[in-house]
């Protein structure tokens, strides 16, 4: 990797899971007027579902998601009387029984639902919604948790993809994460859901982990690769300790920084590339499977799980600081599950702040997500689309001197290129186009 490049990769940008990104959401977007967004969606086209569990048996000290810690099923409980309630809710407000093109439970850790409380929310989205034929039911896990009747229970319910959070596979990496799970631990949890038919498997890895070193993290890539997962998404550690207080237990140790969180990054993505197809900036899948397909054809898409191949323009989401897509804008939910649980409780919908898309943001949007996905774009090609000239890109065009002049970036015409080796950079790339980012005060991780 070449030395100039540093400066692009410590870079501060979003991760481009939306735009405009979360930072600029604001409460002007309230729960009757995303109401009045669901009420208008085409009953014809498919939506996307995602179901958010806010629990976790254990903190683990880098984590970044919206969880919280129980010690007993009865936090659990309460929260699926509530769920159930925003879903029938919802579902209510809908113009006719959407079909459904994608779901996914996320957390937190969703099998922390009991069996019980597992049927009851496929019973109840199964009761309002209808799925396509080849809908995708997805579930992240976490292995340590996962006993053989939840899979069984999983399988039977129709889940054809589980993503598991390996992190890092070295014992003293994972004594100061606070994550203590062994290999053998994340083998037998593969193993169960492929003997019950579910065959399609991510595992998310990470680096910029404190003790992380170049050989440790080729080891981890090493002992991964012999499970044969269909995906890989390979993350930066994002130290974000104002926003995640418990991450200052990681200060005890040295992080790495700039120059060695590239290091691990590139270890780790040429050991990975040796085996299976890069997707956009952090995924690795098989040849064979549908997001290196998708990847090919040039239908890969962005929301908020990530890289997905489901191409529905609504996703609608469950359960606190979840986000919503639709058409008309983005809206999340309240992000404070007691917060939360009182609105809900109430009957009310639960809607915290958002954004309403313009069409200079639909715009920008398509550039940065095609820039994300495919590494390359026709400028003219998405201003013809939008009815406007490319011109309205000259100021981007301009911001990418720096990466022209470092071989990160390739422009002829009206098309910009990223050559596979500087994918690594994408994000701040993409973030040329970011018209909301110059009054973005947010303190975001570096983009590497």
């Known amino acids: 990797m070449k030395t100039s490049w540093l400066t692009h990769l410590d870079a501060r940008v979003p991760r481009y899971t939306s735009y405009p990104t979360a930072p600029h959401f604001h409460a002007g977007v309230n729960g009757a007027m995303v109401d009045g967004w669901l009420q208008t969606l085409d009953p014809s086209k498919p939506v996307s579902l995602y179901v958010h569990v806010p629990f976790c048996a254990k903190l683990c000290w880098y984590c970044g998601c919206n969880a919280e810690i129980v010690k007993s099923d009865a936090p659990v409980a309460d929260y699926l009387d509530l769920l159930l309630s925003e879903m029938t809710r919802i579902a209510a407000l809908l113009p006719h029984r959407m079909k459904v093109s994608h779901l996914h439970f996320g957390g937190g850790s969703p099998n922390m639902l009991s069996l019980a409380a597992f049927h009851r929310v496929m019973d109840t989205i199964e009761a309002k919604f209808d799925f396509l034929p080849d809908a995708e039911r997805a579930i992240e896990l976490d292995p340590r948790g996962l006993d053989l009747d939840r899979v069984k229970a999983y399988a039977a319910r129709g889940i054809d993809r589980a993503s598991i959070g390996v992190q890092d596979l070295d014992p003293e990496v994972q004594k100061a994460i606070h994550r203590i799970q062994p290999l053998a631990t994340v083998k037998q949890a593969v193993d169960r859901l492929r003997a ?72 780790a993505r040429v050991a990975l590339e040796a085996h299976y197809t890069p997707i956009g900036i952090d995924h690795f899948a098989r040849a064979d499977d549908s997001m290196a397909l998708a990847a ?16 529905a323009e609504t996703l609608i989401a469950f359960g606190p600081s979840a986000i919503s ?109 970011d018209e909301w980012l110059k009054t973005d005060s947010t303190r975001h991780a570096a983009a590497v």
């Open 196 to 267: 019950n038919g579910i065959h399609s498997i991510n595992f998310d890895l990470l680096y910029g982990l404190p003790l992380q070193t170049v050989s440790t993290i080729e080891r981890t890539v090493e002992e991964v690769l012999a499970l044969e997962p269909a995906r890989i998404a390979l993350f930066g550690y994002a130290h974000v300790p104002w926003m995640k207080k418990y991450q200052k237990a990681l200060e005890r140790y040295t992080l790495p920084g700039q120059t060695e969180r590239a290091a691990l990054a590139q270890a």
């Open 296 to 311: 090919q054809n040039g239908t890969l898409r962005r929301n908020f799980q990530g890289y997905t191949t489901d191409q």
């Open 325 to 433: 897509e639709t058409p008309l804008g983005y809206a999340q939910n309240e992000p404070d599950l007691a917060t939360w649980s009182k609105q809900v409780a109430a009957g009310l919908s639960s809607v915290h702040r958002g954004i309403v898309l313009t069409d200079e943001d639909r715009l920008r949007r398509a550039v940065i997500e095609r820039l994300m996905c495919d590494l390359f774009v026709d400028l003219e090609a998405v201003a013809n689309r939008f009815n406007v000239h490319p011109v309205v890109f000259l100021l981007a065009l301009d911001r990418l001197e720096d990466f022209v002049d470092d071989g990160m970036v390739e422009i002829d015409g009206w098309q910009i290129k990223v050559p596979d080796e500087a994918r690594i950079a994408v994000r701040s790339i993409a973030s040329a186009f």
